[in-house]
């Protein structure tokens, strides 16, 4: 006895199709939503595919483990990039999208920026707002 492994009915005939990226022993009806399996190219594809990623993610983690932490440097940093790259907060606000209000504040150091605005100002101003805890605190000694 042999049964589909999509529907799961009793098939005397069974076709072996691909449904994303898997192989399945299916009755003729179910064959229809799959595509006709080659044994050269699919497993061998998905296979890869799902070997891969296993470094870069052990990767990240160890990237999140290391302690990375707002420079306490923060309002210096914002400020010599905006002046180098010749825009007021106001244009720096446009580019980004965000308030100029909050530009001027974080340049104060009277405001923190989260760390979702912090990265985005790292990518705008092509500058490093997160330095290592132990980097941070070094400075904060001075
Ligand atoms: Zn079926």
Known sequence: MSYCELCGKH????????????????????????????????????????????????????GMADDLVLDPEFPRLIREARMKKGVTHEQLGMQMNEKANLLRRFETGSLKPDELFAKKLERHLGIKLYVSASAAAEKEEK
């Not at 179910?30 to 070997?51: D, I, L, R």
């Open 11 to 62: 098939a005397a005939e069974k076709k072996m199709v691909v449904v994303d990226g898997t192989v399945f022993k299916v009755c003729m009806s179910c064959s229809k939503h799959g595509k006709p399996y080659t044994p050269s190219q699919v497993p061998t594809a998905a296979k890869k595919k799902k070997a891969a990623p296993a470094p870069t993610q052990r990767q990240a983690k160890i």
